[in-house]
């Protein structure tokens, strides 16, 4: 069974540029989710989606990030502009359903200049 | 709300030796906690999970876990460190009154000495 995959796996960009990173779940799995992950920091949830609906985005900064699940399947971060405490790790999960175990991809490592 | 407390943010041991990382939630209904591992430059993997029934866990690599919800704990163990067993350790827990969204605590590192 494939994982959950992402790209790009790391991306260097200066503040006020966008950024864009894609995250493809695990075939089947309904919910997904979107974490940042600060160095020296435990995963923060900025979005999870059922299918294509969104059930959480409370800590998502709405102003400068943005995120779609197309279909129910792929989903697609989105910051612009982004600000130097951006630079994170962000991971993507899925599973088959909440509140189950959630099956991470490699994360990518933004820096912002 | 729901909140994990991991104790100790770095955690070194003799290899042979036990490991426990420990970890403490609140949570104003029966949870379910998880324990992931972070090897560096990849993703969290889970390491076992606690759902309902039997309170301690059994999960891969020889980790085990107890929930006692009399402490509200769910503390890390294993009874013989090895060197590849080196990473980040992540608390989580999750529970209906949080919607089940997943907190997870700050982490853990665990070195292993030789």
């Known amino acids: 069974e494939a994982g959950v995959a992402q790209s790009p796996r790391y991306k260097i960009i200066e503040k006020r540029q966008s950024v864009a990173f894609w995250c493809n779940p695990i075939?089947?799995?309904?919910?997904l989710y979107w974490y940042q992950q600060i160095l020296g920091q435990g995963p923060k949830l900025l979005i999870q989606?059922?299918?294509?609906?969104?059930?959480?985005d409370s800590q998502l900064p709405k102003d400068r990030f943005s995120a779609e699940r197309l279909k129910g399947v792929d989903s697609t971060l989105k910051i612009q502009p982004a600000k130097l405490e951006d630079s994170a790790v962000y991971l993507c999960?899925?599973?088959?359903?909440?509140?189950?175990?959630?099956?991470f991809g490699p994360g990518t490592r933004l820096t912002v200049t | 709300a729901q909140s994990v407390t991991q104790l100790g943010s770095h955690v070194s041991v003799s290899e042979g030796a036990l490991v426990l990382l420990r970890c403490n939630y609140s949570s104003s209904v029966p949870p379910y906690l998880f324990w992931y591992v972070q090897y560096p430059n990849q993703g969290l993997q889970l390491l076992l999970k606690y759902t309902t029934g039997a309170t301690l866990v059994k999960g891969i690599n020889g980790f085990e876990a107890e929930f006692k919800k009399s402490e509200t704990s769910f503390h890390l163990t294993k009874p013989s460190a090895h060197m590849s067993d080196a990473a980040e350790y992540f608390c989580?827990?999750?529970?209906?009154?949080?919607?089940?969204?997943?907190?997870f605590g700050a982490g853990t590192r665990l070195f292993v000495k030789a």
């Open positions: 989580a827990v999750s529970d209906r009154g949080g919607g089940f969204k997943t907190i």
């Open positions: 989606f059922q299918n294509n609906g969104v059930v959480d």
């Open positions: 999960a899925s599973s088959p359903s909440s509140p189950y175990e959630q099956y």
């Open positions: 075939s089947g799995h309904a919910t």
